[in-house]
């Protein structure tokens, strides 16, 4: 399997769309790197960030833990993270978890600029 790789698709206006393909597990990057700050920088939780999972071809425990770790990061600095577009296996994984109670996930693209829509009109008045 290949290693995690994470591709930039766009920044614009606070948000970030990111592809993530490969294996997502701890084993797919090097030990005690955040693989979303090696790739995008320091500041990158203070964004809305668009995770599209479609090319993930495995994730494990490790790899949930580290989506957890980015939302936690996001919500402290005031991004928000949207996880969508899992291939099935990933959707289903997820969902037996329950992290469907925790993360922001969304089946496809459109649902997730929708949520993202969603966080910038509850946070318009904050600046």
């Given at each position: 399997m290949t290693p995690l790789n994470i591709t930039?698709?766009?920044?614009?206006?606070g948000i970030i769309s990111i592809d993530v393909a490969?294996?997502?597990?701890?084993?797919?990057?090097?030990?005690?790197?955040?693989?979303?700050v090696g790739r995008l920088g320091p500041e990158v939780y203070t964004s809305t960030i668009l995770m599209n999972l479609r090319n993930a071809d495995y994730i494990d425990s490790t790899g949930v833990e580290w989506l957890l770790w980015c939302h936690s990061r996001c919500e402290q600095a005031g991004g928000r993270l949207i996880v969508h577009s899992p291939n099935p296996m990933t959707d289903?994984?997820?969902?037996?978890?329950?992290?469907?109670?925790?993360?922001?996930?969304?089946?496809?693209?459109?649902?997730?600029?929708?949520?993202?829509g969603e966080f910038s009109n509850e946070h318009a008045g904050d600046h």
């Open positions: 930039l698709r766009s920044a614009d206006q490969g294996r997502i597990s701890k084993d797919g990057w090097p030990p005690n790197r955040d693989p979303l289903q994984l997820l969902r037996m978890m329950r992290m469907d109670l925790t993360l922001h996930l969304a089946g496809n693209e459109k649902d997730a600029l929708e949520l993202a």
